[in-house]
């Protein structure tokens, strides 16, 4: 399972290792698996209706209080991430460049994918 998880955060680095994001690419890549990681929990408290209980203790009539309580929410996740995956440990990593591409296809599947269920479950929700 770390294995599959590095490989993941790996194609993320290398995406965000170009460019303008040259410098942040760990903490990119570390806060773009925090947020894939949330995606799913959030559909999956959305199918187990669990979700308005979660909604409950975040909601604030203030925005700045809602932000704070929100960012708890993910900060666990990067600091475990942080943690288990260090920046030379990705660096480190070798993969067969046609294995990194069929990563990348699928990654991107993956992503679009899961916006897909969200939504359709965050509708589901809303319409039942």
Partial sequence: MKRKLAFILYLLYRYYDKGATRTIAYESAIMAMSFLIFLNLATLSIYFSVHKDLYSLVNSNDGYIKIIKGSLLL????????????????????????????????LILYIIASFIIVSLFATRDVIF
């Fill in 75 to 106: 900060i666990p996740q990067i600091l475990i991430l942080g943690f288990v995956f260090k920046k030379d440990y990705l660096r480190n990593l070798k993969f067969n460049q046609s294995i990194v591409k069929l990563g990348n296809v699928l």
